[in-house]
């Protein structure tokens, strides 16, 4: 496979996983600040968890509701905006029409396209959520329709690496913010406020039901535990993480368990680091300092997928 177009797919569906989240997070926190005064909601922390913090303060100011809400989904000089994230998806799958299916295609697309429609109207708050929902569906579909419309060759396995590294990095985001910015003050620890606030955390990752269903009860080191270390939880970063080994070793060829480039020996490390980590040991030695780490290791690994796929190199003339 050609170089543009593998790096075409990986980053097709690596704007598409982060157009859901992005619009999973905002869903989560609507329905979060409904039964709040107006005046003690708080948005900030939705920036926090975009990375852009700086650029929002540069360009908004304090942040609002109103504020937040365009520039996480509307605003075209934010790249990490849904809108945003919808357009570089769709020209990314244009430049790959002739691999990817004419499905995935259509729906990417239409996707773009009823976005950038709903910014010639007002979305109210009585219709944000159906309009966020819609999104994070979208994400379900594009996922689904990789899977059952692609042939599972390198073109499959470029889309599916590029939508777990993200999965992987917004997942570790989520958690970071909470225990970083979201909880109020250190009373809340163990009140209902704080109950309420890891129950977003889950709902955030959509991680509510099945963690219910593993562990009943909302313990913090539990959370951290199921959204970082679970084998079989979809969007548990070592889950992602194991199964973007899987694609990264079916495109080299090289045997699970050994590396051939940089790309397979950092996602190796990660792994392994992962599986025998603790969640206890993790919140007592600084989880925040973990997660700062893991996120930078996830770009590494990003940048180390570019070198050894995308990167155009000289033809050298013996």
């Known amino acids: 496979m050609l170089s543009r177009a593998a790096e075409a797919i990986y ?21 979060l600040t ?10 900030s922390p939705l920036i926090y968890i975009s990375g852009d913090e700086v650029d929002f303060r540069r360009r908004y100011g304090h942040a609002t509701e109103s504020a937040v809400l365009h520039f996480l989904t509307f605003d075209l000089e934010n790249p990490n905006s849904v809108l945003s994230c919808l357009r570089s998806a ?21 996707q773009y ?20 929902k819609n ?13 059952g419309s692609m042939s599972h ?34 009373e809340h620890v163990g009140s209902p406020v704080d109950d309420i606030q890891w129950s977003a955390v889950l709902k955030s990752a959509s991680a509510f039901e099945m963690y219910r269903k593993k562990y009943g009860r909302i313990f913090p080191a539990r959370v951290v535990e199921f959204l970082l270390l679970d084998r079989e939880f979809p969007r548990a970063v070592l889950s992602c993480m194991t199964r973007a080994a899987e694609s990264l070793h079916a495109i080299t060829g090289t045997p699970i368990g050994s590396f051939r480039n940089r790309a397979e020996q950092q996602m190796g490390r990660m792994r392994a680091e992962l599986e025998y980590s603790d969640a206890k040991a993790l919140i007592a030695s600084g989880l ?15 940048d180390d997928i570019f070198e050894t796929f995308f990167a155009r190199r000289p033809i050298v003339r013996s």
């Open 90 to 110: 769709r020209e990314n799958g244009r430049s790959v029409r002739e691999i990817i299916s004419s499905e995935m295609w259509e729906s990417i697309n239409a």
């Open 11 to 31: 980053w097709m569906s690596r704007y598409v996983e982060r157009a859901e989240s992005v619009a999973r997070l905002i869903e989560v926190h609507l329905t």
């Open 135 to 147: 999104i994070r569906m979208f994400g379900h579909l594009a996922e689904g329709l990789a899977a």
């Open 153 to 186: 060759g390198e073109g499959w396995h470029f889309s599916r690496l590029g939508r777990l590294i993200e999965r992987a990095d917004k997942t570790s985001r989520i958690l970071d913010v909470k225990y970083f910015v979201l909880l109020p003050s250190p």
């Open 34 to 43: 409904l039964d709040q005064p107006a005046e003690e909601r708080q948005w």
């Open 113 to 132: 396209l009823g976005v950038l429609d709903a910014t010639r109207t007002t979305v109210d708050r009585e219709d944000a959520h159906e309009f966020y």
């Open 288 to 302: 925040h300092e973990y997660l700062d780490d893991l996120q930078g290791k996830l770009n590494a690994i990003d």
